[in-house]
Nanobody, 124 residues
Framework: QAQLVESGGGLVQPGGSLRLSCAAS????????IGWFRQAPGKEREVVSC????????YYADSVKARFTISRDNAKNTVYLQMNSLKPEDTAVYYC?????????????????WGQGTQVTVSS
């Protein structure tokens, strides 16, 4: 069964760090641009960051620029989201998904693969 599986979420204090992983099983991630999205309770889903499949071009939402870093390791069939200087407003369920390659700045889901999500809670 082809799917994306997120991991690495948890409870962290403000100012702390987490690294989320998005692992593909049943298909090769190499050919897909990947995006991270999040949804907090009572709020709409929002784009966090995206990365192309080929040249590694990235996009970040203004709210996470300079704090989050997206990367990919095609040998491990995995995309990562390193989250530093976390704030309470970063609390949400984080999802990874395959997105349209161009333009990467739109981070638009391509209706292929969407993960089940991982909870990130930033609280003291």
């Amino acid at each position: 069964q082809a799917q994306l599986v997120e991991s690495g979420g948890g409870l962290v204090q403000p100012g702390g760090s987490l690294r989320l992983s998005c692992a593909a099983s049943g298909f090769t991630l190499d050919y897909y641009a990947i995006g991270w999205f999040r949804q907090a309770p009572g709020k709409e889903r929002e784009v966090v960051s995206c990365i192309t499949s080929n040249d590694g071009t990235t996009y970040y939402a203004d709210s996470v620029k300079a704090r989050f870093t997206i990367s990919r390791d095609n040998a491990k069939n995995t995309v990562y989201l390193q989250m530093n200087s976390l704030k309470p407003e970063d609390t949400a369920v984080y999802y990874c998904a395959t997105v349209l390659e161009y333009p990467i700045g739109l981070c638009r889901y391509n209706n292929k693969y969407w993960g089940q999500g991982t909870q990130v809670t930033v609280s003291s």
